[in-house]
Protein backbone atom coordinates (compact mmCIF):
# COMPACT_ATOMS: atom_id res chain seq x y z
CA UNK A 1 0.00 0.00 0.00
CA UNK A 2 1.35 3.21 -0.60
CA UNK A 3 0.98 6.36 1.30
CA UNK A 4 0.09 9.58 -0.26
CA UNK A 5 1.49 12.55 1.11
CA UNK A 6 -0.87 15.70 1.72
CA UNK A 7 -0.22 18.85 -0.39
CA UNK A 8 0.56 20.89 2.93
CA UNK A 9 3.70 17.86 3.21
CA UNK A 10 4.80 18.11 -0.22
CA UNK A 11 4.60 22.28 -0.39
CA UNK A 12 6.52 21.80 2.54
CA UNK A 13 9.38 19.33 0.97
CA UNK A 14 9.26 21.78 -2.21
CA UNK A 15 9.84 24.94 0.05
CA UNK A 16 12.28 23.17 1.77
CA UNK A 17 14.10 22.19 -1.37
CA UNK A 18 13.98 25.82 -3.02
CA UNK A 19 15.71 26.68 0.36
CA UNK A 20 18.63 24.70 -0.53
CA UNK A 21 18.90 25.52 -4.25
CA UNK A 22 18.52 29.32 -3.90
CA UNK A 23 20.93 29.08 -1.14
CA UNK A 24 23.10 27.99 -3.75
CA UNK A 25 22.95 29.92 -6.67
CA UNK A 26 20.66 33.47 -5.72
CA UNK A 27 17.19 34.90 -7.00
CA UNK A 28 18.36 35.12 -10.31
CA UNK A 29 20.62 32.42 -11.07
CA UNK A 30 17.80 29.51 -9.79
CA UNK A 31 15.18 28.60 -12.10
CA UNK A 32 11.85 26.69 -10.91
CA UNK A 33 13.50 23.58 -12.69
CA UNK A 34 16.61 23.36 -10.77
CA UNK A 35 14.15 23.65 -7.60
CA UNK A 36 11.85 20.94 -9.37
CA UNK A 37 14.86 18.84 -9.88
CA UNK A 38 16.25 19.55 -6.20
CA UNK A 39 12.82 18.65 -4.71
CA UNK A 40 11.98 15.53 -6.77
CA UNK A 41 8.67 16.86 -8.74
CA UNK A 42 8.40 18.76 -12.05
CA UNK A 43 8.64 21.69 -12.82
CA UNK A 44 4.97 22.52 -13.82
CA UNK A 45 3.97 20.87 -10.34
CA UNK A 46 6.34 23.75 -8.48
CA UNK A 47 4.68 26.52 -10.58
CA UNK A 48 1.13 25.07 -10.12
CA UNK A 49 2.00 25.58 -6.25
CA UNK A 50 3.49 28.59 -6.24
CA UNK A 51 2.75 30.47 -9.35
CA UNK A 52 6.19 32.05 -9.97
CA UNK A 53 9.38 32.08 -8.93
CA UNK A 54 9.39 35.02 -7.72
CA UNK A 55 6.64 34.44 -5.43
CA UNK A 56 8.13 30.95 -4.40
CA UNK A 57 11.36 33.42 -3.71
CA UNK A 58 9.23 35.61 -1.77
CA UNK A 59 8.03 32.75 0.84
CA UNK A 60 11.46 31.28 1.06
CA UNK A 61 12.98 34.50 2.28
CA UNK A 62 10.00 35.46 4.18
CA UNK A 63 10.43 32.41 5.56
CA UNK A 64 14.25 32.19 6.48
CA UNK A 65 13.69 36.04 8.33
CA UNK A 66 11.25 34.62 10.25
CA UNK A 67 13.12 31.36 11.52
CA UNK A 68 15.65 34.51 12.59
CA UNK A 69 13.32 36.75 14.29
CA UNK A 70 12.02 33.56 16.17
CA UNK A 71 15.53 32.68 17.39
CA UNK A 72 15.77 35.70 19.05
CA UNK A 73 12.73 35.59 20.65
CA UNK A 74 13.19 32.22 22.03
CA UNK A 75 16.41 33.71 23.48
CA UNK A 76 14.94 36.93 24.59
CA UNK A 77 11.94 34.73 26.64
CA UNK A 78 15.10 33.20 28.81
CA UNK A 79 17.00 36.11 29.20
CA UNK A 80 16.58 39.45 30.61
CA UNK A 81 18.11 42.81 29.16
CA UNK A 82 21.51 43.65 30.45
CA UNK A 83 23.98 46.31 28.99
CA UNK A 84 26.55 44.98 27.11
CA UNK A 85 25.29 41.23 27.00
CA UNK A 86 23.91 41.96 22.99
CA UNK A 87 27.20 39.15 22.09
CA UNK A 88 26.14 36.45 24.22
CA UNK A 89 22.15 37.18 22.82
CA UNK A 90 23.80 37.06 19.36
CA UNK A 91 25.52 34.01 20.21
CA UNK A 92 22.79 32.20 21.86
CA UNK A 93 20.17 33.28 18.68
CA UNK A 94 22.78 32.59 16.32
CA UNK A 95 24.59 28.91 17.30
CA UNK A 96 21.57 26.76 15.81
CA UNK A 97 21.12 29.19 12.79
CA UNK A 98 24.50 28.31 12.25
CA UNK A 99 23.50 24.69 11.82
CA UNK A 100 21.50 25.52 8.89
CA UNK A 101 23.87 27.78 6.83
CA UNK A 102 21.17 27.56 3.52
CA UNK A 103 18.71 29.67 6.22
CA UNK A 104 20.95 32.06 6.39
CA UNK A 105 22.20 32.34 3.37
CA UNK A 106 18.85 32.74 1.74
CA UNK A 107 18.81 35.81 3.69
CA UNK A 108 22.06 36.99 2.15
CA UNK A 109 20.70 36.51 -1.61
CA UNK A 110 17.23 37.61 -0.53
CA UNK A 111 19.22 41.32 0.56
CA UNK A 112 21.26 41.15 -2.39
CA UNK A 113 18.37 41.40 -4.72
CA UNK A 114 16.63 44.24 -3.05
CA UNK A 115 16.64 45.62 -7.08
CA UNK A 116 13.43 43.34 -7.13
CA UNK A 117 11.16 45.56 -5.20
CA UNK A 118 8.41 43.09 -3.82
CA UNK A 119 12.20 41.32 -2.55
CA UNK A 120 12.89 44.86 -0.99
CA UNK A 121 9.35 45.17 0.36
CA UNK A 122 10.31 41.37 2.15
CA UNK A 123 13.35 42.41 3.36
CA UNK A 124 12.73 45.67 4.60
CA UNK A 125 9.40 44.17 6.61
CA UNK A 126 11.60 41.57 7.65
CA UNK A 127 14.30 43.60 9.37
CA UNK A 128 11.77 45.52 10.61
CA UNK A 129 10.35 42.88 12.29
CA UNK A 130 13.36 41.56 13.72
CA UNK A 131 13.97 44.99 15.16
CA UNK A 132 10.55 45.03 16.77
CA UNK A 133 11.27 41.89 18.53
CA UNK A 134 14.62 42.67 20.14
CA UNK A 135 12.95 46.48 21.33
CA UNK A 136 10.68 44.38 23.44
CA UNK A 137 13.06 42.37 24.64
CA UNK A 138 14.02 45.37 26.43
CA UNK A 139 17.05 46.52 23.67
CA UNK A 140 18.37 50.03 23.08
CA UNK A 141 18.05 51.19 19.67
CA UNK A 142 22.20 51.06 19.85
CA UNK A 143 21.85 47.53 21.15
CA UNK A 144 19.47 46.39 18.55
CA UNK A 145 21.75 48.13 15.95
CA UNK A 146 24.87 46.38 17.40
CA UNK A 147 23.24 42.96 17.13
CA UNK A 148 21.52 43.36 13.94
CA UNK A 149 25.18 44.75 12.50
CA UNK A 150 26.84 41.80 13.96
CA UNK A 151 24.47 39.18 12.60
CA UNK A 152 24.63 40.71 8.97
CA UNK A 153 28.73 39.92 9.69
CA UNK A 154 28.31 36.56 10.79
CA UNK A 155 25.98 36.21 7.80
CA UNK A 156 28.98 37.71 5.43
CA UNK A 157 31.40 35.31 7.10
CA UNK A 158 29.57 31.84 6.92
CA UNK A 159 28.48 33.21 3.07
CA UNK A 160 32.20 33.44 2.08
CA UNK A 161 33.03 29.75 4.41
CA UNK A 162 35.27 32.01 6.38
CA UNK A 163 35.58 29.16 9.27
CA UNK A 164 36.51 26.86 6.80
CA UNK A 165 39.02 28.87 4.88
CA UNK A 166 40.22 31.04 7.62
CA UNK A 167 43.06 28.63 8.64
CA UNK A 168 44.91 29.54 5.32
CA UNK A 169 44.52 33.77 6.26
CA UNK A 170 45.38 34.82 10.17
CA UNK A 171 43.51 38.14 9.71
CA UNK A 172 40.12 36.37 8.35
CA UNK A 173 40.93 33.41 11.08
CA UNK A 174 41.10 36.38 13.72
CA UNK A 175 38.07 38.38 12.62
CA UNK A 176 35.99 34.80 12.43
CA UNK A 177 37.11 33.88 15.99
CA UNK A 178 35.79 37.43 17.56
CA UNK A 179 33.21 37.66 15.23
CA UNK A 180 31.50 34.19 16.16
CA UNK A 181 32.76 33.19 19.24
CA UNK A 182 31.60 30.52 20.58
CA UNK A 183 28.92 29.92 17.40
CA UNK A 184 32.27 28.93 15.49
CA UNK A 185 32.50 25.63 17.39
Known amino acids: MTVRMSADHRRELVLQAATRAFARRGYNATST ?3 AQEAGVSQPYVVRIFGTKLELFLQVFE ?3 EQVR ?3 EQVLLH ?3 AAGNGRELLSAAYTPLIRDRDLLQVTMHGFSAGHVPRIAAVARTGLGRIH ?3 RGGGWSEQEVRDVVA ?3 LINVLLSIGAPEHGVSDPALAELTAVTLGDAAQ
Open 70 to 72: LAF
Open 150 to 152: RGM
Open 79 to 81: AAP
Open 33 to 35: DEV
Open 63 to 65: RAL
Open 132 to 134: ETL
